[in-house]
């Protein structure tokens, strides 16, 4: 465990989303602008509920800033419900009259296994929390991390590769310069292109028209993201204990994304059905530095960074509420009813893409903060500059 601890609160359709930080040095220049930018990007893409009409996500900056530097305090973020609105007769912190009971469990969804797990009858309570409206905690916390990150010249960006049967090239083997032309394409298409935040035009197009054919056959469908950070050093991470391992809190930040069932670091599943000799990659030394041609470990070696890319790639389910409900069965009567019907998105992986490079840019943040030490910024910058010049020397 490293010295970062990020909580957050919130039900979906109660007032707030909110966030603690603790752990961030004195110092990090932290916009207003550059978090609510990551918010808006959680908000685009194509296949989600018209929930997204109504909120405009903006943070509020309760605690842990001044003057757009930060104070080495804990921070405290709050992004506002604007649905909050029509649901305050049934979620009022302390009048709510209005119970709008969920009993009929969705397959896929907390809801059965939360009530369970509650003795409920009604799994309002547990959904609310199990939402992923809540996902918007850890993309501001996110975006703090990245300022840090992007302050000692570590760069994130996220894709979508895969949407039902369509896919997309990965990043793997890319150098620096194309994933960052990489990432404006990407960034384009989920802007002002197709909603799918897929840099390849042609998968795009075809990931959109997946995603309106599920919409029209009141389904829902799932796909995979991809998260790129570069510009790190090698050596983040632990090689010798295994809740320290950088592969193993990438995952375990990715994994608990809500509806991310899949992880895998570099070429993942498939180095299991290759030989050793087309898994890893070649050692080079030329001109002073060690090179490897190509990146199928995903920029991570026995639990540490190894200076190459790193690249997680995780697999969303389809969303569990069904415009076309699968069986369940009544939590008071026990009678078989279709699930619940909701308001739904029938795609979020473009939103997930960003969630999860949120995650994974809080666990470099830490990781690297792990190796520098440092109350301060300044502190942080001049412990690794010291320690990209052992590297150079080496
Ligand atoms: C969600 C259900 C939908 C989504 C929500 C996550 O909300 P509602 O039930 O209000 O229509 O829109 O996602 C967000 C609100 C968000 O900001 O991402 C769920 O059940 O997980």
Known sequence: MGRLRLRTAGESH???VCAILDGMPHGV?????????DLRRRQQGYGRSGRMQIEHDEVEVLAGLRDGRTLGTPLALVVRNRDHSAWSASMDPFHAP?????????P????????????????RDVLERSSARSTVARVAAGAVARALLRACGVEVMSHVVRIGPVTAPSALGLRPEEIAALRIRAEEDAECGSGMRCADPRAAAAMRAAVMEAQQQGDSIGGVVEVVAWGLPPGLGRHDEWDGRLDGRLAQAAMSVQAIKAVEIGLGLESASRPGSAVHDPILYQQGRFLRPSNNAGGIEGGLSNGEPIIIRAAMKPI???????????LVTKEPFPAQKERTDSCAVPAAAVVVEAAAAWVLCDALLDKTGGDTLNEVLAAL??????????
Request: proline share 9%; net charge positive.
């Open 108 to 123: 896929g969804h907390a809801d059965l296994a939360g009530a369970l797990k509650l003795g409920l009858h009604d799994a």
């Open 385 to 394: 500059a010291r320690y990209w010049d052992g590297l150079r020397r080496f």
């Open 14 to 16: 109660g007032p707030a």
């Open 320 to 330: 569990p509420t069904l415009a076309r409900p699968l069986a369940s069965v009544d």
């Open 98 to 106: 209005e119970a709008r009971p969920l009993t009929r469990p969705r």
């Open 29 to 37: 220049r932290v916009d207003k602008q550059a978090i609510d930018a």
